[in-house]
């Protein structure tokens, strides 16, 4: 069955440290999507990436990294200097191309602190 | 960009009360989605729509019903409000379902209190 798991809660760093948040998937499907999102006290679900499983390339976006390793099934996320306005709830997500409802499997979310 | 709008940030019904939910976006999308968000639940699934006057059911479409009479719009109607439906309301489009358009963009969401 497949299965989005956030380990961590909750996290809480002092600005300008580095984060990994944590993201463990189980899938049966040879192709699936990989997503995070993140949410700000605001409520609005904000995209940040999506990956496909045929492309394992690591990838960075200014702050933001992403390692995505199929060997153990993770796709984890680093914000390196962090900023008081990351705070945020973020999401990680799962599609399976053979999903007949293609719907989004969602891990539980992991509550970023930014402290000052 | 793509723009999911939610018409209403925060509503208070009464019970009891039908609740119209609208949601626009702006980029010709074929699907749009409604969820709700509760705390230690998660994201949920209520309805989804790929086409006009289609939908789908999600995991929890009990108490609502949607409406899709044009492209770029999608309502959730709660017929008749309760208590255990005070909730924030997301709203999502997306271009496809599968392949390299299935990325899921969402609204700001609507915080609904029912009384």
């Known amino acids: 069955a497949q299965k989005v798991t956030q380990a961590q809660t909750e996290i809480s760093v002092v600005e300008k440290e580095d984060v990994t948040l944590d993201c463990v998937y189980e899938?049966?499907?040879?192709?699936?999507?990989l997503f995070w999102y993140k949410q700000p006290p605001s409520g609005e679900l904000v995209f940040l990436i999506r990956?496909?499983?045929?492309d394992e390339q690591n990838e960075i976006s200014g702050r933001y990294s992403w390692n995505f390793q199929k060997s153990t099934s993770s796709f984890n996320f680093t914000i390196t200097a962090s900023q008081v306005v990351d705070s945020a709830v973020y999401f990680c997500a799962l599609s399976e191309a053979r999903d007949s409802n293609y719907q989004l499997i969602w891990g539980a979310g992991t509550k970023l602190i930014i402290k000052p | 960009d793509v723009k999911v709008t939610q018409s209403s940030r925060y509503l208070v019904k009464r019970t009891g009360e039908k609740v119209f939910l609208e949601c626009v976006q702006d980029m010709d999308h074929e699907n749009m989605f409604w969820y709700r968000q509760d705390p230690g639940l998660g994201l949920r699934l209520i309805y989804f729509s790929y086409d006009v006057k289609m939908k789908e059911k999600g995991d929890i479409p009990e108490g609502y019903s949607v409406s899709r009479e044009k492209k770029e719009r999608f309502s959730l109607i709660l017929e008749s409000a309760s208590t255990n439906q005070t909730s924030m309301y997301l709203c999502?489009?997306?271009?496809?379902?599968?392949?390299?358009?299935?990325?899921?963009?969402f609204g700001e969401g609507s915080w609904l209190t029912v009384v």
């Open positions: 899938t049966r499907d040879t192709t699936y999507y």
């Open positions: 990956r496909n499983s045929f």
């Open positions: 999502a489009s997306s271009l496809s379902l599968t392949g390299s358009g299935n990325t899921i963009y």
